[in-house]
């Protein structure tokens, strides 16, 4: 007997979600969905003006994280924080989580407690509660966290809602992460070559280690933005770089955009090591992933009091679809700005095939289906 035998990878991560939606356009849809597959996080009414906000995401060995380089105590932290940052992006508080954990046999009573203390910090850090999950054996370490977040129906934010003549906003500094990640990979070959005799030095890169480590969801950043009386109309988080972030704001809120390129924040420390690595540091700020910062469009009159805020920065604003997703710089002018690289720059920097998925751009390994992949 015969089958034909498709190999997954050919779909793409788009083609995958695509085809995956396909097969689940039968099951009806209640009218209480606000979001199904799309945004950041699925959307639904909860009752009592309240929406309930949904996103789950897996972390898996070899795939997402090498155990090799990260504590399992910044394992438990990060992979709360990121889920977190999801449901953040929908300008919604994060309330209950659950977490299921694959455990490989040579993993360790000791590394379990620091994972738990890990994800148990996080959860005490964004005022959440762990109400279950489960464990299993496996071949290689796996976590499969949810949280579930609430935010009032009126202050709902999605992809979808930015609007031309908008700014785009951003928190924080973006790079950072990528950064980390080089620094680990180069320390980790100079130990391979150097082998017993390599002390690694991490102390004067301790910033964009822990920026990869253990990032931090912005929940600050919505809370600040409340109090300064901002909704934003649009917001994402920064999971796959600033220039992908744009973009998918553009898609789903059928508009384009232009980024100011001076105007994008990194550390000093990040530079430093685009500079040691004799690379463009423009492109760790806008093609690094795993910042989770939050990047929104606010109306033109919510710009004074974004001025007043510490820590967000106008980088550009929302134009007209036809003109697309730009990039602007005095060295350059204008140029597109495609999702992971100038047009004309060459390819920007990619790290080791393997070592962090959510780098290593589209594919079927990092799709998101409850949020980032649609
Ligand atoms: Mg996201």
Known sequence: MSQSFTPIASLGEFG???RMKERLADIPRSENLIEGIGDDAAVYRAGDGKLHVVTTDVLIEGVHFDRTFIPTSFLGWKSIA???????AMNAKPLYATV????????????????????????????????????????????????????????VVFRRGANVGDFLCLSGDVGGAYAGLKVLLDQREQLENLGESYEPDLEAFQYVIQRQLRPNARLDVIQALKEAGVRPTSMIDVSDGVASEVHHIGRRSGVGATVRIPAVPFDPETRAVADQF???????ALFGGEDYELLFTVREEDVPKIDEMEGVSVIGNIEVE???????SPDTGLMPLHPAGYQHFDAPPQPDPGAFGDDEGPSFEDTDFSGDGA
């Open 278 to 284: 004799l690379d463009d540091i423009d492109a760790y």
């Open 16 to 18: 995958l979600i695509d």
């Open 100 to 155: 299921s954990a694959g455990l490989p046999r040579n993993f360790s009573v000791e590394m379990m407690d620091g994972l738990y203390d890990g994800v148990a910090e996080a959860c005490k850090a964004y005022g959440m509660e762990l109400v279950g999950g489960d464990t299993s054996t496996a071949h290689a370490l796996y976590l499969s966290i949810t949280v579930i977040g609430e935010v009032d129906e009126k202050d």
């Open 322 to 328: 036809t003109k697309g997703v730009r990039a602007y």
């Open 82 to 88: 990121v889920n977190v940052s999801d449901v953040v």
